[in-house]
């Protein structure tokens, strides 16, 4: 499945008005900020990474990133250790990510209690930055058609989300899902692409370089979807009716 012509030009009418390096740097999330060096995003990585490489990945993992996320009631997280997915092969990302990202977060969506959508995702997010991002429900809030105060000028899914019990929740069992997650990773795919060949560089910090885990300036779909987040919790904290977003509890 490709990207449509829709998709291509809300994507470039999206790059033309936003200026990427800046929205990576000014992510946020529990103080993890980039002149701090995204000590929590790259812990976890680092961590889940290698968990995913040497197809060890297990509830120890899930616990991290939800205690990161805010997830509710992690005490509910239960999953069969290890996970049973295989996402590297000779320590290269697996040749069917690329192609089929849509049924990787489907596996897991099986394979793990307690996770929906958004920490399925998450998990990809960690484990494999070279081909995947995250999705949340902010992100689907301005991307997605479900929410009329945040969304609608850059429209690139066709998600909903829902809000109930002072949560905000991407409903799985909606016509959209898992295929759109499918959408998205293409989306951040393009993006990256984009900038690379247009040599806008992305200001990794420091220690993402020194590790090896980053080439200079070049960008990852997880480093494309770390400023798409930075732009979507700007636009959902001005939105005037809910001042304090509640955390995603999907």
């Not at 990576?24 to 976890?44: A, I, N, V």
């Not at 320590?91 to 192609?99: K, Q, S, V």
């Not at 609608?152 to 959209?176: C, F, M, T």
């Given at each position: ?11 470039n ?14 992510y ?26 040497d ?55 099986c394979?793990?209690?307690g ?12 484990a ?17 058609k ?43 795919n ?10 806008i ?43 304090i ?6």
């Amino acid at each position: 499945m490709t990207l449509s012509e829709s998709h291509h030009a809300t994507i470039n009418r999206f790059l033309q008005d936003h200026d990427l390096p800046d929205l990576y740097r000014s992510y946020t999330w529990k103080g993890d900020t980039w002149e701090k060096g995204f000590p929590d995003l790259f812990r976890l990585e680092e961590m889940i990474s290698q968990a995913a490489m040497d197809n060890a990945l297990d509830r120890t993992h899930l616990i991290e990133i939800a205690t990161w996320g805010s997830l509710p009631n992690p005490k509910n997280v239960s999953c069969q250790d290890p996970i049973r997915i295989s996402l590297y092969h000779d320590g290269a990302p697996a040749f069917w990510l690329e192609n089929e990202p849509e049924n990787a977060v489907c596996i897991l969506g099986c394979r793990i209690r307690g996770f929906g959508p958004t920490y399925c995702s998450k998990v990809l997010h960690f484990a494999v930055p070279q081909i995947f991002g995250a999705i949340d429900t902010r992100l689907v809030r301005v991307f997605g058609k479900g929410d009329p105060l945040s969304g609608g000028k850059y429209q690139l899914l066709d998600l909903n989300v829902s809000y109930s019990n002072n949560l905000w929740q991407i409903p799985r069992d909606q016509e959209g899902w898992p295929r759109e997650y499918g959408t998205w990773v293409r989306v951040l795919n393009h993006i990256a692409g984009a900038l690379n060949t247009e040599g806008i560089a992305c200001p990794h910090p420091e220690q993402y370089l020194q590790s090896g885990r980053r080439e200079e300036g070049k960008w990852l779909p997880a480093d494309v979807e770390t400023a798409l987040f930075s732009y979507a919790s700007q636009v959902v904290k001005g939105d005037h009716d809910i001042q304090i977003v509640p955390i995603d509890g999907s």
